[in-house]
């Protein structure tokens, strides 16, 4: 299983499409029923991201609800006739189960819970760009609820064929939000007030907004994007083609220069 991800595009994964529950406002400790000792069981989870782990193993990166993103041993899951074979693929909702305290703890069970649409085509590569940006920016063992519903709900979105710029510009910013590192697009940092619709800004990704200036290396964004991305508006086309490439900017640097495999595939087949 691959991952790959592009930070402004349509992409295509396999799976998807059933309405999302409302995140929650809180991220949730896991609840004793679900934790016992070093056991967990019955956790919503995604695949992220396997690769092979000895000569019948898989080593994967589980992206779950309440426990954020987690590495496991599937052992035997490359055995041809095992259970988990053809369980552990990336866009299916799972239901999994596991042992453990180390980082890289055993997978016990997976189930497929179902529910959801396959990603087909660009759709299916923009999954596996949400895949890639999940396993380069979450810290592991970080449990983000609200952040785990946004994705079951984009893929939602991409299975059923709405705008793969739009869904992927909400989750990215999600995605930056969860985790704690995105400015408040509304503020001028400068002045202390309201961005205001007609003014050029750039955004200083520690900080936020604040005027152009001639010698300014950041992309310029006028304020009405900056607040129309803010209350996820994106009905203007200008709003969409600035929001892009700000938050491909954003999320590079987040990324510490780390490349984005997927979303290099993305600009590369469709010039999103």
Known sequence: MSTTPDATLDAPPAAAAAPVAAAPKRPRAPSRERTVGTKVAGQPAFVLHSYPYKETSLIIDLFTRDFGRVALIAKGAKRPHSQLRGVLQTFQPLSSSW???SELRTLTDAEWVGGMLPLEKTALLCGFYLNELLV????RDDAHPALFDHYVSTLNQLAHNEPATIVLRKFERALLKE???AADLTRCIETRGAVRSDVVY????????????AADPWPRV???????????????????????QL?????????NGAPLNTRQILIDLLQL
Do not use: I, W
């Open 222 to 244: 006028a304020g009405k994007t900056l607040l129309d991305m803010e209350c996820e508006n994106y009905e203007d086309v200008a709003t969409q083609a600035q929001s892009k």
């Open 179 to 181: 985790t704690g590192v």
């Open 136 to 139: 380069k920016l979450l810290a």
């Open 247 to 255: 938050m491909r900017f954003l999320v590079a640097h987040h990324l």
């Open 202 to 213: 750039v955004v200083d990704p520690e900080r936020g907004p604040r005027p152009e200036r």
């Open 99 to 101: 042992v453990g305290k």
